[in-house]
């Protein structure tokens, strides 16, 4: 096997400056599209689950397109298409000595554009799965509907859905590395350069492989702390343990 | 145990109302009326119209026709040029906010302690300030019989513990009326006492109360009247003494033969 055993180990433990900047460019699109994806994700949700038949009809349709086409054109078309059909150009904004690149701003956009469209359904689940006799009680309290959402609801929901939002970010980055397509320099497009260089492709994408695998690594001992910590059914709150309670009155 | 504390003002006016389920009619031009200080009980076979009649009192049921008044106000609808239209739900919930409920399913919720589910509603809805709120909330408690279950989460507490809080809830925004939608149903039979024992409680202190229920010994004991439903219909109203005495409707006289052998 052709395997050089010493670049492995120096692409691994001392990566080229550029491959740095790549992983910190995987770590803010994806936060950021994740982020975006929540909030315009939620929107959807509550537009799609509106008692609006227009409101809830394009809902629907969002997310009936975004589901239905790959990611990858998606980011194309934003990025690329709209540019060309001369809609909207994607103009770097520089604050200070930090450059906000356009492509890196399109490809966040659409990263965030997808993610919601996926966050929409997770949400109408999560809400969906919450006792009908939860709504009751906060209407019957005279709860007009965004407080029954904000404090009764939405909380409720979070629970249910903390494992499929686990899902979507683990699924958010490694879809990062699409937008390398459009000339952001993320740890794939690096990668890339590197190799068309030296043609140590095995090496260099086991290196690019393990650090993905680091970050989901993370990811996932993340989530295995916050699934304890919201765990459904208990509170996430300290009470004082229970059995000894009960069994003082006895 | 009867109410002395009766006045003649309708606090409830529920007239003619019509509700269909899809093509069956569960409602059928019903009339009823609740006076302030008064507690009445609905009794009457699964399937009468009873919890749907309670439900339409708060809005969380629509109706075909008719319309219900609590409090002088008008429930869940407007009224345009003598024609009913739908109201917005930020004043429905407004209207709801002078009616209390207790549900069958107690309902607490489930993200809170029972501290919090008592204050929640009164502190965003009513304005009061948190510690005047957990102040009452704590008082609530003790009136219920839990003085100690404040940090207690509705999973950790028992059937009638948590219906206990969730009356305390309701009282926390000091409705003018309370309506129970079968209170007792889904309790252990020995924590049938301590619920009901509340609800006698609340009675001798002249709350208005809307009670339905299958505890015949608590219709007989502690309500003004007993109104009686059978297929969408009121069947049969009066004070306990002579529906349970003597029933003059068939289908009354089969209910309480039913239950009480």
Redesign the interface.
Known sequence: MNFDWAYFWAQLITPSGAFLVGLGLTIIMSVSAQLLGFIIGLAVAFARMSSNKYLSFLAASYIWIIRGTPLLVQIVFIYTGLAAAGILRFEDITVGDITFPGNLQAGILALAINEAAYMAEIYRAGISAV?R??F??????????M?LMR??VL??AF?IILLPIGNQFNIMLKNTTLVSVIGVSEMLLVTETINSATFRTFELYSVLGIYFLFLTSLWNIFMGWAERHFAL???A?K??P?QV?LEAHQ | MSNTSVSDELLVEATNIDKFFGTIKVLDSVNFQVKRGEVVVLIGPSGSGKTTLLRCINHLETVQNGRVVVNGKLIGYRDRNGKLVSDREANIALQRRDVGMVFQRFNLFANMNALDNICLAPQLLRGTPKAEAQAQARTLLARVGLPDKAAAFPVELSGGQQQRVAIARALAMQPAVLLFDEPTSALDPEMVGEVLAVMRDLASTGMTMVVVTHEMGFARQVADRVVVMAEGKIIEEGPPEQIFNHPSHPKTQALLAAVLH
Do not use: F, H, N
């Open positions: 006792d006799g939860q009751e009680a906060a209407k019957a309290l005279g709860m007009p509907p407080m404090y009764i909380p409720q629970r059914g208990r509170p709150a009470s004082p229970v309670v």
